[in-house]
């Protein structure tokens, strides 16, 4: 036993992700859509019958909700929370950081898709948060590749465990 671990070298190897323009913008976009998210959420919470949104419950007919308490939870804390820590991690260029922000721009896509399918009604805030996913999305892979490309590369260099 050498006392060398090939799995710390190789990480050593894996940039950082920069915090050039992509990276900013994507940050940005996680932070716009987590305070309106956690704002959002903590009135679903508030008032699960949708009195403080003026939201009838009735518009979640089609969904596996009675009232807009697990919405609302889900809104805050994946969306709002969420898309906050990972703007965190991301100012502190923390590698998997563009990789989450990618995910959930991803997510909030669909969240926005199986909302407008649920509930039947389009407003303005639907194009606009279905924007801001695909904004943190696309921003997201930019600012990650480099970090990818990296971590592809100590992947063929790391010999294979049995």
Do not use: K, N, Y
Not at 23 to 50: F, K, S, Y
Not at 89 to 101: I, K, L, Q, S, T
Not at 106 to 115: A, K, L, N, R, T
Request: charged content about 10%.
């Amino acid at each position: 036993m050498s006392g060398h671990d090939p799995g710390t070298t190789a990480r050593s190897m894996i940039p950082r992700p920069e915090l050039h323009a992509a990276g900013l913008v994507a940050i940005a976009g996680l932070i716009l859509l987590g305070i309106g998210a956690i704002a959002g959420g903590a009135a679903l919470v508030a008032a699960p019958d949708g009195s403080v949104m003026h939201f009838d419950p009735a518009i979640l007919g089609g969904s596996p909700f009675r009232d807009f308490l697990v919405p609302g939870l889900i809104l805050g804390g994946l969306f709002g929370i969420g898309s906050l820590v990972v703007a965190a991690a991301g100012f502190r260029r923390a590698r998997p950081a563009p990789f989450c922000a990618f995910a959930i721009g991803c997510g909030q896509m669909v969240w926005i898709v199986v909302e407008l399918a649920i509930i039947r009604e389009l407003s303005f805030l639907h194009p606009t948060m279905f924007v801001l996913g695909l904004v943190i999305a696309a921003a997201s892979v930019p600012w990650g590749w480099p970090t990818f490309r990296a971590w592809r590369a100590t992947r063929r260099l790391t010999p294979a465990t049995p």
